[in-house]
């Protein structure tokens, strides 16, 4: 339904309810802007005017009652009272001219006014926006702010772990590195009895052969001498006693020699045992120290205040 339709249609609704007819009650029953509210209530109170001049028809038992002349007396009447109403009427005219006049520029300065507070509306409204979007990005940056700080003090505790953790490391390094030092002493000294060992078990070796050689001279010649058997027999007990303290002596010689042998293969597990751990050692140290550098490489500059 166009604007005109409604403002009459609403016009007409409330002069039927006894409700004052004006722009602003139109305007309400209509739903429609000011200025259309003005023109076209304006045009709806001109055509009830022109329909309110049709000169009504004259009652049944009036025109059988009446004359020719009681028509033209009533004629002349109705002339009187239309030009009578018609003064009334321009009159009403002029005033309501000029107060639609000003009710169109009142309803033209409504709608600037409408405009204008669309348009403040507008511009709050964005103000708003604005004030929350930098809210929420000075939020998010005191939120960023406290995550490096709080990854700042992470990275400085890590950074301290990893330093105590690194000389942990470099003094079990010197430990081990210690612990080698003395199983290569103790290897050498272990060397050193074998060898001692080993020499006086040849020079044993060989007192025991030279013992044999006059055992069986002694031998060779109790046989051939009879009758220094008594003798012989002495020389005998006497070679036997000595063969067997050489052969005591040779017995110990023997578990001296294999006691050093453990003893350098001892020496020799913990030299390897050292070993593996010195590198292991080291293999952590590096492993440490790269991590230092890499904690070093991504520590955030602090930032002020």
Do not use: I
Not at 36 to 50: D, I, K, Q
Not at 60 to 77: D, F, I, K, Q
Not at 202 to 231: C, I, K, M, N, P
């Amino acid at each position: 339904m166009r604007d005109k339709e409604r403002v009459f249609q609403a016009a007409d609704e409330l002069a039927g309810e006894g409700t004052p007819v004006t722009v602003t009650t139109v305007r309400e029953r209509a739903g429609c802007s000011n200025a259309a509210a003005t023109r076209y209530l304006r045009e709806w109170r001109e055509e009830r005017r022109a329909q309110e001049q049709v000169l009504p028809e004259l009652p049944a038992s009036v025109t059988a009652l009446v004359t020719r002349g009681v028509e033209n007396l009533w004629g002349a009447a109705v002339q009187a009272a239309r030009a009578e109403h018609e003064q009334e009427a321009a009159a009403a005219d002029e005033a309501l001219t000029a107060v639609v006049g000003e009710a169109d520029a009142l309803a033209a300065r409504v709608d600037e006014a409408d405009a204008e507070l669309a348009q403040l509306r507008a511009v709050l409204e964005s103000a708003r926006e604005h004030a929350r979007a930098a809210q929420e990005e000075r939020a998010e940056t005191e939120r960023q702010r406290a995550d490096a700080a709080a990854a700042s003090a992470r990275l400085e505790a890590d950074l301290a772990a990893a330093r105590a953790e690194l000389e942990t490391v470099r003094a079990e390094l010197a430990e081990q590195r210690a612990a080698t030092v003395t199983a290569d002493r103790a290897r050498a000294d272990a060397e050193a009895a074998r060898a001692q060992a080993e020499g006086v078990a040849v020079g044993l070796r060989e007192s025991l052969t030279d013992v044999r050689s006059a055992l069986e001279a002694a031998r060779a010649e109790a046989a051939a001498a009879a009758q220094a058997r008594g003798a012989a027999e002495r020389a005998r007990a006497t070679a036997d006693a000595a063969v067997a303290r050489l052969e005591g002596e040779l017995g110990a010689a023997r578990d001296a020699l294999e006691h050093a042998r453990q003893q350098a293969a001892r020496a020799d597990e913990v030299r390897a045992t050292a070993l593996a751990a010195q590198a292991q050692a080291e293999g952590v140290a590096a492993g440490l120290r790269e991590a230092l550098r890499e904690a070093r490489a991504t520590d955030p500059a602090p930032t002020a205040g």
